[in-house]
């Protein structure tokens, strides 16, 4: 097979950001990046398409325009990792040799794990902003709706943007409450996670919304089948000894999350199936050439865009360094961003690191995070989604990787 200095699996958020940091750094670089789909596609605009904010279009780009200059696009998926061979083996039977491999390759929609769900979605009214073609559904289902039954479902962790269940929840509401149908819509949310949000400090604000709006929160409560002819959700609550059959009008489900096979299998992986990486170095535990970022890394914090924008610049530096022979010098620190639409022009942003702590961008007096403001909807309808596309060129705002602390 063909041999490259670096080899990246996956051409999303971490992927290109990662790959396009290191180019910046060292230009020579023989750099490949391995993304079967021809699109990419800005993922947190989804809750914007499902709110009727933007188009679909805008979140979608060509691959092609965005794979940083310098680097080679395999367009294929690679099927297995072979660690010890520093090998990866590729759809059509071909393999790519590398000096440092960075694995970026998401988390895997498991659709299918919910029964039913599958041939129920886009028709009759069940929908989820977690697919580019159905993100405009919701909208649709939400101009549709002026009296029924409304339910929105949150699967167990790990899931990526652990706050995207409840924002199309709340920009629903938004919507129906400026129409004056709110009050004839019967609004449930049945979320697995045993409180409303993972960090304590941002439920108050999140808290007086649902109660605001009227939804009839279920915590603890696992949507486990879909019967999309008779528009019949059903729900285990309290552990799985209650059984709940709900009728809906609409439903919008989060589908529960896995690891990609391939990596599960890979001898890569940690017990929960993602990549045993150090949670500073984004290095795998082991194997020392080895690095992950984005979604697929086993790290504790928020699986988000945000996250991978802080972890790209951690990982290029000290890949450089594993290819200089040397051990990694920069820490990632853990930081995500969760930015909460609880309505139409306010978001919560909900920023923090590892182990929940508090991390956010700006001072207090200018964005408090932990109160719906103004300002964080603006960042995120028209900062965030520039940020984002200058993020997969390399460009590193606002990002300064720390030193190890030695
Ligand atoms: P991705 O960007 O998903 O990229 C993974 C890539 O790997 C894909 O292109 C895929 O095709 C490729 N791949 C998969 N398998 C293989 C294989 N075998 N071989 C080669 N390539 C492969 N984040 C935020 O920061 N803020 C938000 O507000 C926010 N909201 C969200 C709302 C929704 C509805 C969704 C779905 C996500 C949201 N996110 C948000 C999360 C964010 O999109 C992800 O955390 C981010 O995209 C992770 O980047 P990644 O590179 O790990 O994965």
Redesign the pocket.
């Known amino acids: 097979g063909r041999r490259f200095d670096v080899v990246v699996?996956?051409?999303?958020?971490?992927?290109l950001s990662a790959a396009a940091g290191l180019l910046r750094r060292r230009p020579g670089l023989s750099v490949a990046i391995?993304?079967?789909?021809s699109d990419?596609f800005y993922?947190?605009g989804?809750?914007l398409v499902g709110g009727g904010v933007f188009t679909a279009k805008q979140t979608c780009r060509a691959e092609a325009r965005l794979i940083p200059g310098g680097a080679e696009w395999i367009r294929t998926?690679?099927?297995r990792i072979l660690p010890d061979e520093n090998r990866v083996v590729v759809a059509d039977g071909g393999a790519l040799s590398y000096s440092v491999l960075i694995v970026?390759?998401?988390?895997v929609l498991n659709w299918g794990g919910i029964p039913g769900l599958e041939e129920a979605l886009g028709r009759n009214g069940v929908t989820s902003?977690?697919r580019y073609d159905l993100a405009p559904y919701t909208w649709q289902l939400v101009q549709g709706l002026s009296r029924g039954t409304a339910l929105f479902t949150q699967p167990p962790m790990p899931i990526?943007?652990a706050g995207?269940p409840q924002k199309a929840l709340y920009l629903s509401c938004d919507e129906w409450r400026r129409r004056g149908v709110l009050d004839s819509i019967s609004v449930g949310f049945d979320t697995c996670t045993p409180a409303l949000f993972g960090v304590p400090a941002f439920v108050p604000a999140l808290m007086n919304y649902i109660r605001d709006y009227g939804v009839d929160l279920h915590l603890g409560s696992r949507l486990v089948a879909v019967d999309g002819a008779r528009r019949v959700a059903t729900f285990e609550r309290e552990g799985g000894a209650v059984k709940v059959e709900r009728e809906y009008d609409m439903l919008h489900v989060v589908p529960p999350q896995v690891a990609?096979a391939?990596v599960r299998d890979s001898g890569i992986a940690d017990d929960s199936g993602f990549v045993a990486v150090n949670p500073a170095t984004l290095q795998h535990n082991t194997y020392k050439n080895i690095y992950a970022?984005?979604?697929?890394a086993g790290t504790g914090n928020a699986?988000?865009?945000?996250?991978?924008r802080k972890q790209a610049p951690v990982v290029a530096l000290n890949v450089l360094a594993t290819l200089a022979g040397k051990n990694p010098v920069y820490a990632y620190d853990g930081y995500g961003?969760?930015?909460l639409t609880v309505e139409r022009g306010k978001i919560v942003l909900a920023e923090f690191g590892y182990g929940g702590k508090l991390m956010p961008t700006l001072p207090k007096w200018i964005l408090d995070g932990t109160k719906p403001t103004r300002l964080a909807w603006f960042l995120?309808k028209d900062v965030m989604p520039r940020l984002y596309w200058e993020m997969l060129k390399g460009h590193e705002f606002m990002v300064k990787p720390e030193k190890l602390a030695s």
């Open positions: 699996i996956g051409g999303g958020a971490g992927g391995v993304e079967p789909s990419h993922q947190p989804w809750t998926r690679v099927e970026a390759a998401g988390i902003n977690y990526k943007c995207a990609p391939f970022l984005g979604d697929i699986k988000t865009a945000a996250a991978a961003g969760c930015p995120k």
